[in-house]
């Protein structure tokens, strides 16, 4: 079946350290998304990309960086620089603009 | 530019009774208007979508909602709730610049009583 993958599941996270979270999708689609989620604060966007090797800050990218080398993939790596990476984080993707997309089921990260 | 206020973070209903979550937006554009719908520890699941055509639109698990444009609203209604609804519901509005980014409501943890 097509979907989205996020990998791992659960992540824990030292201070100083950078931590790189995985989506997969086989849905042949050109748009992907990341998502912060916060408790009471609705989805955020971190990053979009509508194109392989092309991607733009979202509304709360600091901290944050990604890269799409293949359609199929958009990582995520939280750096050390954000002070405050204890969140859900979702990735999702769509086939063009205007239609709706689709979400994985998400990745859990805390600190140590 | 766009943005979505969901009235109401909490609702709770007797099962077998409506369901109504209030959903306003503001846009400069024609919106595409979106109700997804968030289990605990899972992702989004899109329910419906509005994007031209008819106001009234019908999506999965018997959910439905009404495009009021006079009224910039774009609630979602069941007739008769059931445990299962129990989750949490995200309204959204397409961002008009054309890149298929999405504006998020804060969204409405929906309650079912027995």
């Known amino acids: 079946d097509g979907g989205i993958t996020q990998s791992p599941k659960y992540l824990f996270r030292k201070e100083g350290q950078n931590v790189t979270l995985s989506c997969e999708q086989n849905?042949?689609?050109?748009?992907m998304y990341w998502y912060r989620q916060d408790p009471g604060q609705g989805l955020r966007l971190i990053y979009y990309?509508?194109?392989?090797?092309?991607?733009q800050k979202g509304d709360i990218a600091e901290g944050y960086s990604v890269s799409r080398e293949k359609k199929e993939s958009f990582p995520l790596t939280v750096t050390s620089a954000q002070k405050n990476p204890t969140a859900f984080y979702l990735c999702?993707?769509?086939?063009?603009?205007?239609?709706?997309?689709?979400f994985g089921d998400g990745t859990r990260l805390s600190i140590l | 530019a766009q943005s979505v206020t969901q009235l109401g973070s909490h609702v709770s209903v007797s099962e077998g009774a409506l369901v109504l979550l209030r959903c306003n937006y503001s846009?400069?554009?024609?919106?595409?208007l979106f109700w997804y719908v968030q289990y605990p520890n899972q992702g989004l699941q899109l329910l419906l979508k509005?994007?031209?055509?008819?106001?009234l639109v019908k999506g999965i698990n018997g959910f439905e909602a009404e495009f009021k444009k006079s009224e910039t609203s774009f609630h979602l209604t069941k007739p008769s709730a059931h445990m299962s609804d129990a989750a949490e519901y995200f309204c959204?509005?397409?961002?008009?610049?054309?890149?298929?980014?999405?504006?998020f409501g804060q969204g409405t943890t929906l309650q079912v009583k027995p």
């Open positions: 999702a993707s769509s086939v063009r603009y205007n239609q709706p997309q689709h």
């Open positions: 849905l042949n689609h050109d748009a």
């Open positions: 990309s509508q194109i392989v090797n092309d991607f």
């Open positions: 846009s400069s554009v024609p919106p595409y």
């Open positions: 509005y994007t031209t055509g008819a106001t």
């Open positions: 959204a509005v397409s961002d008009s610049s054309n890149t298929g980014k999405l504006i």
